[in-house]
């Protein structure tokens, strides 16, 4: 939580001293001192609608650059995309939720809390995940997508054997590469059960709603649902908690490299 409060503080303030929102704000508060010195036609001191009008401007200042910072917390539209596409469901359910209420057709209390509670743990891992995948990328973009460059063949043996070091450690930081992003991937995956299933449920309640008493949908069936759907949220929620998305995992631990072996080490001091 603490990392994604220094990130919106750092955006926040890189939007409030932007070079271009500044001048606007100060030719703002020169254009008003002059006209509400010219309009007054005081002898001396600044009027009160000129401080008021610097205040707000002020305001602006701050509103405008806080609003920029909250289309920028997401660093790749991917993220972002998903985020949005979870906003997009919970919106969708509380307007079907509300008109529920409306109807006095169901009372619900938890599940709503449920869904608020996973949407919000998901907010959060999707900021990390974000903030991984964008730190892995800038580090590790373009490394060993295509072949090696020492891929021609050696008949020194000692040159094959340093080789085939080499692709072990290949191999090795693959699979550290892939257990990062792990984490990254799982928080994907959590995004779209969440919004599938709040589609699901939606369209549950909808046919309740419009269905009425209807012999084709009973209580008894809606409210199974309802627990059904709750049910997956709550699995989410869990997977949520156990899944740790700091900068690394703390399932990879740090591996010493692979000793060399004996006769390889004594030809390589000779």
């Not at 001293?17 to 100060?26: E, F, L, T, Y």
Request: proline content about 5%.
């Amino acid at each position: 939580m603490d990392d994604i409060r220094r990130q919106d503080l750092r955006l926040f303030t890189r939007e409030l001293i932007a070079p271009g929102r500044v001048v606007m704000s100060c030719l703002a508060a020169l254009f008003f001192l002059f006209f509400w010195k010219v309009t007054a036609m005081f002898a001396a001191g600044i009027p009160l609608a000129a401080w008021i009008s610097w205040g707000a401007i002020f305001v602006a200042h701050v509103a405008f650059s806080w609003s920029a910072s909250l289309k920028r917390r997401f660093l790749n539209k991917r993220f972002q995309a998903l985020w949005h596409g979870c906003q997009d469901r919970l919106a969708r359910f509380e307007e079907v939720l509300k008109k529920l209420r409306r109807d006095q057709i169901a009372e619900l209390s938890e599940m709503p809390k449920t869904i608020r509670r996973v949407a919000e743990s998901l907010y959060l891992a999707l900021r990390r995940s974000d903030m991984i995948a964008h730190e892995v990328q800038s580090s590790e973009q373009g490394l060993y997508s295509g072949p090696a460059i020492w891929t021609a063949p050696s008949q020194d043996p000692q040159s094959k054997e340093l080789y085939r070091i080499a692709d072990k450690n290949i191999a090795e930081y693959k699979q550290r590469f892939d257990a990062v992003m792990a984490g990254v991937q799982r928080t994907e995956a959590q995004s779209a059960v969440y919004m599938t299933t709040l589609d699901t449920l939606r369209m549950k309640m909808l046919g309740y709603r419009l269905v009425g008493k209807s012999p084709e949908m009973s209580s008894h069936d809606f409210l199974e649902a309802l627990s059904e759907a709750k049910l997956q949220l709550s699995a989410i929620d869990s997977a949520l908690e156990e899944l740790e998305l700091g900068p690394y995992p703390k399932m990879i631990a740090a591996m010493p490299p692979p000793p060399i072996p004996e006769d390889i080490q004594q030809r390589l001091n000779n």
